[in-house]
T-cell receptor, first 115, second 115 residues
Framework: DSGVTQTPKHLITATGQRVTLRCSPR?????VYWYQQSLDQGLQFLIQ???????AKGNILERFSAQQFPDLHSELNLSSLELGDSALYFC??????????????FGSGTRLTVV | AQSVTQLDSHVSVSEGTPVLLRCNYS??????LFWYVQHPNKGLQLLLK??????LVKGINGFEAEFKKSETSFHLTKPSAHMSDAAEYFC?????????????FGKGTRLSVIA
């Protein structure tokens, strides 16, 4: 157990629907990062939050949004889902901003299947 | 911009023989480099990290990597492969002091270990 908890582990939903993925960071970590892993794109950085504030943004679609709550857990919201959104979504956390270079701790991911 | 190139998408070795997974990086600044491993249906686990200290870095499970600035390489090695090493391996770069840049992943190398 890495200490980063992601729920649910698996999610199957239909096109056009909206889902929410949840991530609880490792105790004491302030930063949360979201990554999407697909066969064709590999691991793509989506977004980072640090202590409740958006800190960095990557290749995140406008249909996707995220937030980090006061208890530091984070949610990734995916709406108007398309077949191409099917992927493994990882959350990672780190003690502070990534510039510490200490590496991240990853959760085990949420596998999203859009049918 | 910083990037990493994993030179082999798939490496196959026999159990007990050496492992070499190759990674070249591109960075305008002094990089921090990592290797992560992903076992099937699992999250990403940090194997080792280089953050400008010793150029030969030892990680978990007998893996090590050597940072070679002149060759811009950070190859991962292990003297003797074990069946449990079969997994996907990712070379990752992060650039310190460069602003809001997250971890940048290579496309991964799938390691197969043959009995």
């Amino acid at each position: 157990d890495s200490g980063v908890t992601q729920t649910p582990k698996h999610l199957i939903t239909a096109t056009g629907q909206r889902v929410t993925l949840r991530c609880s960071p490792r105790s004491g970590d302030l930063s949360v990062y979201w990554y999407q892993q697909s066969l064709d794109q590999g691991l793509q950085f989506l977004i980072q939050y640090y202590n409740g504030e958006e800190r960095a943004k990557g290749n995140i679609l406008e249909r996707f949004s995220a937030q980090q709550f006061p208890d530091l857990h984070s949610e990734l919201n995916l709406s108007s889902l398309e077949l191409g959104d099917s992927a493994l979504y990882f959350c990672a956390s780190s003690p502070r901003d990534f510039r510490g270079g200490y590496g991240y701790t990853f959760g085990s991911g949420t596998r999203l299947t859009v049918v | 911009a910083q990037s990493v190139t994993q030179l082999d998408s798939h490496v196959s070795v026999s159990e007990g023989t050496p492992v070499l997974l190759r990674c070249n990086y591109s960075s305008s600044y002094s990089p921090s480099l990592f290797w992560y491993v992903q076992h099937p249906n699992k999250g990403l686990q940090l194997l080792l990290k280089y953050t400008s200290a010793a150029t030969l870095v030892k990680g978990i499970n007998g893996f090590e990597a050597e940072f070679k600035k002149s060759e811009t390489s950070f190859h991962l090695t292990k003297p003797s492969a074990h069946m449990s090493d079969a997994a996907e391996y990712f070379c990752v770069v992060i650039v310190l002091n460069s602003g809001n840049t997250p971890l940048v992943f290579g496309k991964g190398t799938r390691l197969s270990v043959i009995a």
